[in-house]
């Protein structure tokens, strides 16, 4: 559609002309040295549709005189070949033919010289180092001539771009005089921008707020446009990147509408100051700009850099309109941001309109959009600053209410407290009389616990009844209150030892308690009934349990324990065990094995019909063996404050064996305590462990 336009503007151009093409050439008299001259009132024009590459073939064309100096000819898929006819005055030095359009593909200058054609090449479609003249805009050097000379000039020009034309003739010595103080006027925009960033680096170090680092990304991305346009990445930067530097520009772009589309939704505080317009038309933004940056690896220069153009015009009208609204909802720091759109939007229009072909090409185009760009910086530094003026402003007044609310509900406390106070001071006498009362019970209470932490010493077994048998033997037994939960039991038969591990419900006096009656169940059950094997064992244990409770026989009893018993043989390689919730472990030859429990505790109606289980292991070599409570592996700690876990304690016993037991035990208790740090202990921790050899 664009490219059908081109044409048309073209046609009705040389409709309206063609009745001059009869007429003779004009000529162009360079006499003024301090001055330029605009080549486009001078030019005849002509469409390459044959792709002429030769300048022989010149003929071939039929070039058409243009009467304006503003040329624009939109999209186009043909070159343009320009003609125009100089005359040079003798020794006037030499002439710069300058094209005012950085973005050209290819653009070629012939002019003959001592009676042949020569010809020079620019353009951003070549590499930066093929120019026949080094400079960031497309430039043409005419030699000086000795006598007046009149050449006719022709000029190829190509660009996947929209086709503005403005094309003049300098004397070489003026036009780098211009050319430096148009470079000096960049140079001063550039700084001016670092500083500002500067600036607002330190500001956001100070406020913590991410809408200044998105204010950095508009700073960025706007001067990396202004770069672009004005010609010095392709020079300093990606001068030997053709399509890099092509695709480049459109990132710029599309970079700059992102950057400003997400610090307009943050700054002027979209969720309350605007509406679900305003949502979906943000949302659509950014998906359309991050859409034109895949594009641009995607289709040529020629449809990415059109759907560029149209997305930034349509960006900075939304802008505008956004702070419109946001100030009218009375958002006030938003009226800076909504002068910041305002002249830049007629800037963007007016390039954007240029590049498209809608609009005539002069320096108030081509300039505006770098004017524009500045323009919003500042205004939008503007913006942030009242903003920061307007919170502060707000804190201030909040601080000064909040500190008068304070000193009235101080006065009203105050004599609140005093009330207080004396009721308090009647409350505090009556609770230091409570208070010695209670001490007086608590340190009688103390003494009977420790009294029953006696009795509960006297009726275990001593380590020394075990090591008298197994030489190579520990108890690790660590109450977790005075008195424990846990218990062990031990006793010397005809054929076989029996030890017992107890792990009651509950700890302190409730777990004690319950520790006495497994500790007379085994007293029973063992040295008068005469019941040996473990799985029986556990099984009369339990039945003297529900004889205990039966006054409960109707209820599902929740008071038992978790027992393991084993039995080591005297007269056999050989042990037997059976486990109601309590493993045992043992380790040959470095290599850590378990027998399983039997899942079901003594004590519970629960899971009431699950026998209990007996296995028999027999030995050949050294074994170590452990039976243990669940209270150490349950014991919270460690870096992360977690259970010390059954998987670590097997670890830390399978690298225990090879010590002495006593060493086992120092071990296991030092290393309980590093890990519970400054953690209480969680429940009682009864280890036993002996060695078979």
């Not at 073939?57 to 009467?67: H, Q, R, S």
């Not at 759907?307 to 909802?329: D, E, M, P, Q, V």
């Not at 201030?396 to 106070?421: C, G, H, K, Y």
Request: net charge negative; with cysteine; aromatic share 14%.
């Amino acid at each position: 559609m664009q490219v059908r336009l081109s044409y048309l503007w073209i046609s009705l151009l040389l409709f309206s002309l063609k009745v001059q093409s009869s007429c003779a050439q004009k000529v162009i008299a360079l006499t003024d040295q301090s001055r330029y001259y605009t080549l486009n009132e001078g030019f005849e024009v002509a469409i390459d549709n044959k792709n002429i590459t030769h300048l022989s073939d010149i003929d071939k064309l039929v070039f058409t005189p243009c009467e304006t100096d503003y040329l624009n000819f939109g999209f186009l898929k043909s070159p343009l070949w320009f003609r125009v006819t100089l005359s040079i005055p003798a020794n006037s030095g030499a002439w710069i033919i300058e094209t005012d359009n950085p973005y050209i593909d290819h653009i070629d200058c012939y002019y003959q010289w001592n009676g042949n054609w020569v010809k020079q090449t620019s353009g951003d479609g070549i590499p930066f180092s093929q120019r026949s003249v080094l400079h960031r805009k497309a430039i043409f050097e005419i030699p000086n001539f000795s006598e007046k000379t009149q050449i006719v000039v022709y000029i190829k020009y190509f660009t996947e771009t929209s086709t503005p034309v403005s094309i003049w003739v300098w004397n070489e010595a003026h036009f780098y005089k211009y050319d430096n103080h148009e470079d000096f006027m960049f140079g001063g925009i550039f700084w001016g921008v670092l500083i500002m960033f500067a600036y607002h680096i330190v500001i956001y170090w100070i406020m913590r707020e991410t809408v200044y680092l998105w204010y950095l990304s508009v700073l960025f991305s706007s001067l990396l446009t202004i770069m672009h346009i004005e010609g010095y990445v392709f020079y300093y930067l990606l001068g030997e990147y053709v399509w890099l530097n092509g695709i480049s520009f459109a990132w710029a772009m599309n970079l700059s509408v992102i950057c400003n589309t997400v610090f307009c939704y943050q700054f002027l505080n979209i969720k309350k100051y605007g509406n679900p317009f305003m949502n979906y038309a943000i949302s659509i933004l950014l998906l359309s700009s991050i859409l034109a940056i895949l594009l641009s690896f995607l289709l040529n220069y020629r449809p990415v850099a059109t759907y560029s153009n149209a997305n930034l015009a349509l960006s900075s009208l939304l802008f505008a309109y956004i702070g419109w609204t946001a100030w009218r909802k009375g958002n006030e720091y938003a009226k800076y941001y909504f002068y910041a759109w305002l002249l830049p939007n007629i800037g963007i229009f007016l390039i954007s309109g240029r590049n498209l072909g809608l609009v005539p090409n002069n320096p108030f185009t081509t300039h505006w959009i770098e004017i524009a760009l500045v323009i919003e910086i500042i205004l939008l530094g503007f913006a942030l600053a009242d903003k920061y003026n307007t919170i502060r402003k707000e804190n201030e007044n909040a601080q000064r209410e909040a500190n008068e609310n304070l000193e009235r509900n101080v006065a009203q406390r105050t004599q609140q407290l005093t009330e207080v106070n004396e009721a308090l001071q009647k409350l505090f006498n009556t609770v230091n009389i409570q208070k010695e009362e209670i001490e007086i019970k608590g340190n009688l209470l103390t003494e009977s616990i420790t009294y029953a932490q006696r009795i509960q010493e006297n009726i275990l077994p001593t380590p020394n009844d075990i090591s008298k048998h197994f030489t190579d033997s520990f108890v690790l037994y660590l109450p977790r209150d005075i008195v424990s939960g846990d218990f062990y039991w031990f006793e010397e038969l005809p054929d076989r030892y029996l030890i017992v591990l107890g792990d009651c419900t509950g700890h302190g006096v409730p777990g004690a308690m319950m520790s006495f009656l497994g500790f007379s169940a085994l007293d029973q059950i063992i040295l008068h009934k005469k019941i040996i094997e473990p799985q029986q064992i556990l099984e009369e244990t339990q039945e003297f349990l529900n004889n205990t409770f039966r006054r409960q026989k109707e209820k599902e009893i929740r008071d038992g324990m978790d027992i393991g018993v084993c039995a080591i043989y005297k007269n056999e390689k050989k042990i037997t065990y059976a486990g109601a919730h309590t493993p045992l472990i043992y380790i040959t030859d470095g290599i850590c094995q378990e027998i399983k429990p039997t899942k079901r505790s003594i004590g519970s109606t629960y899971l009431n019909e699950i026998k209990f289980e007996q296995t028999e292991l027999y030995y050949e070599k050294n074994l170590m063996i452990f039976m243990l409570s669940d209270g150490y592996q349950d014991q919270f700690g460690g870096p992360d404050n977690k259970k010390f876990t059954f998987r670590r304690l097997r670890n830390l016993l399978t690298a225990l064996s090879q010590h002495t037991a006593q060493e086992q035990r120092e071990i296991l208790r030092s290393t309980l305590y590093e890990w519970m740090e400054n953690n209480p202990q969680t429940d009682d921790v009864s280890i036993i462990g002996f060695r078979l050899s």
